[in-house]
Nanobody, 114 residues
Framework: VQLQASGGGSVQPGGSLRLSCAASGITGGISYRGWYRQPPGKQRELVAGITAGGHTNYADSVKGRFTISRPNARNTVILQMNSLKPEDTAVYYC?????????WGQGTQVTVSS
């Protein structure tokens, strides 16, 4: 199983980025997809998650600005990030859960700076 995250980069405050994570080697049964981030010098934290049933949850700090989704491609999860702030700067990781197994992507850097 491999998770390939993409879409990170540098953006000015107020800008937008779209992160994508594609999972290969999984043939269904995904129960949860999520995005996490690790700011410099801090622990990894949940940003947003979506269950197989479509239920979503978000960190309070990103509510109203970020949107997690599962497009028609079954093994893909998207994080649309709008109104980005400097405090959103972090390495972003995608996670996929299938049964009792968790799989993580390699991380993609997001930098918000003027």
């Amino acid at each position: 199983v491999q998770l390939q995250a993409s879409g990170g980069g540098s953006v000015q405050p107020g800008g937008s980025l779209r992160l994508s994570c594609a999972a290969s080697g999984i043939t269904g049964g995904i129960s949860y997809r999520g995005w996490y981030r690790q700011p410099p010098g801090k622990q990894r934290e949940l940003v947003a998650g979506i269950t197989a049933g479509g239920h979503t949850n978000y960190a309070d700090s990103v509510k109203g600005r970020f949107t997690i989704s599962r497009p028609n491609a079954r093994n893909t999860v998207i994080l649309q990030m709008n109104s980005l702030k400097p405090e959103d700067t972090a390495v972003y990781y995608c996670r996929v859960s299938r049964g009792t197994a968790d799989y993580w992507g390699q991380g993609t850097q997001v930098t918000v700076s003027s």
